[in-house]
């Protein structure tokens, strides 16, 4: 039989859940603290007071107060002291932000990255340079906590390489060189994660963003192709090395289009930008091309309107295997499948009733993303303070 937590372990987990409360939710009063942890007054003034000490919160009357007697203390993240790096790396952007404790983009750089882009070396210099300047501005006594970058590609979580092309010819240790790049910017590396950037997008959401409350997610995300990240019962599914999640490769129409990736008929070949472009006879490439036929569309443009149709319908067909085989509680469309959601919304939603089980189709509500297109580059950041949000105090005086 295990033995049961000492006094010290459970102080050390509410210390943890204390703060990963404010972190997601903000500023937060006592009373409200002692009430969703189920903890005594004394014990939540005990822990706010360790916290306090330890650099990570502090205490305030609220501004606001104007009931008759004692107000209830607000336990506020210190956000310009303890932050974290995210960096997103994206199909046609660089995306690298200072996130302070609570989720708080102190400082935010974004460059655009020409596709097929693949050199380390040119893709990491914009993050270490970013890195380096805003270096200069940050108080002496602040904390960095962690560092994780959202990449849209496949990774290998056990040493951070990244899959550069679906069929993985290409591997590039990514983590060495970010963690290169920030010795030689910082002198030394803060601890380094990194992730699929549909994984981080649904962990952001989930935990901050439009699907806060539901343990049971999909997120899709759309750009040259097409990823998605799973949360099952609260927890990420992440699969063998972290490589779940590749939806764009679930084949749906064996006689379609070959795919990048060596198959035939993936989802990404009827639903992705390509997709929709070539299905609207025009040309170009990314979100600009995507919105061109978008807009078209809503002008009355026939053929804008037929593709869009077109691939509403895959995109329902897909979704509603996908729904009948985890059943969530929510589905969420990024990237530029929320653009193709928002305009072929009656698509999608017919093909899912025809094809989703009652069961278990019923209850999906179909959602965009509230933390919008840095949804994945706030899930990096929240990956950054994890190692903070497990134990704060060894933490903070590491």
């Known amino acids: 039989?295990?033995?049961?937590?000492?006094?010290?372990?459970?102080?050390?987990?509410?210390?943890?859940t204390l703060l990963r409360y404010v972190h997601l939710r903000g500023p937060t009063s006592r009373a409200e603290l002692t009430s969703?942890?189920?903890l005594n007054r004394s014990t939540i003034g005990a822990l706010t007071s360790d916290l306090i000490a330890a650099g990570l919160v502090t205490e305030e009357v609220p501004r606001d107060h104007g009931r008759a007697g004692r107000p209830s203390l607000v336990v506020r993240p210190r956000a310009e002291r303890v932050y974290s790096y995210a960096f997103s790396l994206e199909v046609d952007r660089l995306v690298a932000a200072r996130v302070g404790l609570g989720g708080v983009v102190l400082d935010r750089q974004e460059v655009a990255r020409p596709r097929g882009q693949r050199a380390q070396q040119k893709v990491v210099a914009p993050f270490a340079e970013f890195v380096r300047e805003v270096e200069k501005t940050v108080p002496?006594?602040?904390?960095?906590?962690?560092?994780?970058?959202?990449?849209?590609?496949?990774?290998?979580?056990?040493?951070?390489?990244?899959?550069?092309c679906p069929t993985g010819e290409v591997d590039e240790p990514f983590t060495t060189a970010i963690a290169e790049s920030l010795?030689?910017?910082r002198g030394s590396t803060p601890p380094l994660a990194i992730r699929s950037g549909a994984d981080l997008a649904a962990l952001a959401e989930h935990a901050r963003g439009v699907a806060a409350g539901c343990n049971n997610v999909i997120y899709l995300h759309g750009d040259a192709g097409v990823s998605g990240g799973v949360i099952?019962?609260?927890?990420?599914?992440?699969?063998?090395?972290?490589?779940?999640?590749?939806?764009?490769h679930m084949v749906v129409n064996p006689q379609g289009r070959p795919c990048g990736c060596g198959s035939q008929g993936c989802w990404e070949t009827e639903i992705g930008e390509h997709a929709l472009i070539r299905a609207a006879g025009r040309d170009g490439t990314g979100r600009a091309a995507v919105l061109t036929v978008v807009d078209a569309a809503a002008r009355g443009d026939a053929m804008a309107q037929s593709a869009l149709r077109h691939v509403g319908e895959w995109l329902g067909f897909g979704v509603a295997n996908l729904v009948n085989i985890f059943n969530p509680e929510m589905v969420i469309f990024g990237g530029t499948l929320r653009d193709i959601y928002l305009s072929a919304a009656a698509q999608v939603r017919?093909?899912?009733?025809?094809?989703g089980l009652a069961a278990l189709r019923d209850h999906v509500r179909l959602r965009t993303p509230s933390l919008g297109d840095d949804a994945s580059l706030l899930g990096a950041a929240d990956l950054a303070f994890e190692r903070l949000l497990a134990d704060p105090l060894d933490t903070a005086a590491g």
């Open 1 to 16: 039989m295990r033995a049961a937590p000492s006094q010290e372990e459970v102080r050390r987990h509410n210390l943890g």
């Open 350 to 355: 017919g093909k899912l009733a025809k094809m």
């Open 183 to 185: 010795m030689a910017t």
């Open 232 to 248: 099952a019962g609260g927890r990420p599914v992440t699969g063998h090395a972290g490589h779940a999640g590749e939806v764009g």
């Open 140 to 164: 002496d006594d602040a904390l960095c906590v962690g560092c994780a970058a959202a990449v849209g590609a496949m990774v290998r979580q056990d040493d951070g390489s990244v899959k550069l």
């Open 36 to 38: 969703s942890m189920g």
